[in-house]
């Protein structure tokens, strides 16, 4: 099946000059939604993750559908002050600006957690590198990652650590 | 497996008075997931929808788990202006203010659409209520309501349309 032909493209969406790729046909398309979560378990059971991380909120669709396929459990990352009790969190840098992302402090996340991190889409890499690092804050280690889309012009996969392995199922050039 | 011991109460979260009913430590447990997916798809093949909707973005994680057990597609009802290109709208009212719930315009929700809707907390039911009127918007029909968890003195229960099935997996009285 070829994904990308599934894929919407909305230009200029969330602002002026941005062709964004649409994942909600992907979703509602039974054999579409099955493949993607079929690539990514085999792509899963190369770096044998015990939990999967995923980044609010598209994260959360691919993410909890992965852990439920796989029998792990998962882990939402989320924004800052979503999550409840205490957290553990970590800012970084946005094009313009800054932002924050929180786990909660979990006794489930400990130096024996295998993390794979999942989002839609790596784009410049820097949601996904503040990720892996909030991860580790927590003592886990983060085993590979894992996304529907890669924009490969924006060099996303460059600031990411070259140590574990990073898979995108759709490539844009 | 008591569900219900699982869950994590956070005082005055996110506002004072309010204990907060935290799902993460399911989430994380692969046993108690897989019981909660497992329950859900046992009641919705009573309802027998053919596709899952979820409300952004504690319903994310439940709905598109479910919908990957089910082999079904997933809707996302998102929050205003977060979906791309032409959407459908509704506007609700919340304790303080309006707020506003939002579907893709999509071709895959039509008259032959049985859609269940799924979330993770049935309160006072207003979240769920406009997401049904949101979903019928589009000329689906909602065949049912699926929570994790119910707090049952909120009465949500009433709000909600009679004439199609109520499902809570813990409830709270």
């Known amino acids: 099946m070829d994904l990308q032909k599934i894929v919407r493209e909305v230009p ?16 509602s398309n ?9 690539q990514m378990e085999s792509l899963a ?17 691919i993410g909890a559908s992965l852990a439920t396929k796989l029998g792990m459990g998962f ?6 002050g979503k999550l409840p009790g205490k957290t553990i969190g970590i800012d970084y840098e946005l094009e313009y600006g800054h932002d924050r992302l929180e786990i909660c402090s979990n006794e489930s996340l400990n130096k024996k957690s295998k993390i794979l991190i999942v989002d839609d889409l790596l784009a410049t890499g820097g ?16 085993v ?17 650590p070259q140590s574990v392995p990073i898979h995108s199922l759709i490539k844009y050039n």
Request: charged share 25%.
């Open 12 to 27: 200029d969406f969330p602002k002026p000059g941005i062709q964004f790729k649409d994942i909600t046909p992907l979703l």
């Open 144 to 160: 590979g990652f894992q996304f529907i889309i890669e924009l490969c012009s924006l060099k996303g996969r460059i600031k990411l």
């Open 45 to 61: 059971n190369e770096v044998r993750p015990n939990l999967i991380a995923g980044i609010e909120a598209r994260g959360f669709l």
């Open 75 to 80: 882990i939402p990352v989320r924004k800052k």
């Open 127 to 142: 949601t996904a590198l503040a990720t892996q690092r909030l991860i580790e804050k927590s003592t886990a280690t983060v």
């Open 30 to 38: 039974p054999s579409a939604w099955a493949e993607i979560i079929d």
